[in-house]
């Protein structure tokens, strides 16, 4: 089987790493960075940043609407951190000074922006996560968590009695930074949805 196409949005974030966790997990990676790109990928990671910037980015380059489309076709997407958030269908302190960070409502359930505090609030510690016989070192950098998670939402992995990673369907969504630690499973995990072997 050919490897599959996994695109990085690259609008802003820490692409590098990302792109270098899927190589190491057997994808073939690419930076994402307008429509005719995103039209050529099997499945799309959504990095860590500032949720509000990178959701007014994808407007300004007129992406918005269509990975929206894309999503609701069934793409599978994994979102870190500020890709949690994006992928949420509500946001709780959504941003501040009139912008607004835009849901793209591909998981059914609400986020709460910066829920562990601010930067200086950054922690790292091991984290139980379903199917993994050992727990993830998980990296929060002004994390989200999950305050409600629909019907159909899989929660994987809790913290602080909240969820910190979701999977419904096709879409995966993480809390914390998997790309930074050497730790590939989360990625593999990914790629593994977008074969259609998880």
């Keep these: 089987m050919n490897a599959p196409r996994i695109g990085v949005l690259a609008l802003q974030g820490d692409t590098r790493e990302h792109l270098a966790a899927l190589r190491e ?11 005719s790109e995103l039209d050529t990928v099997d499945g799309l990671v959504i990095p860590g940043g500032e949720s509000t910037t990178m959701s007014h980015l994808l407007l300004d380059f007129d992406m918005l609407e269509p990975l929206r489309g894309r999503l609701a076709e069934g793409m599978p997407a994994y979102g870190a951190c500020a890709g949690m958030i994006l992928l949420a269908s509500e946001i709780l302190d959504a941003g501040a000074r009139g912008r607004q960070a835009l849901p793209l409502r591909a998981i059914d359930m609400t986020v709460r922006r910066n829920a562990f505090g601010r930067q200086v609030d950054s922690f790292e510690g091991d984290v139980a996560f379903a199917g993994f016989d050992v727990p993830v070192r998980a990296v929060f950098i002004r994390a989200p968590w999950v305050e409600r998670a629909g019907d159909d939402v899989r929660v994987l992995a809790s913290a602080a009695g909240h969820a910190v990673a979701v999977r419904q369907g096709p879409m995966l969504a993480t809390a914390f930074h998997p790309e930074v630690t050497g730790d590939r499973r989360v990625h593999q995990l990914f790629v593994d949805i977008v074969t259609g072997e998880a």
């Design 25 to 35: 997990a057997g994808a073939e990676p690419m930076p994402v960075r307008r429509r």
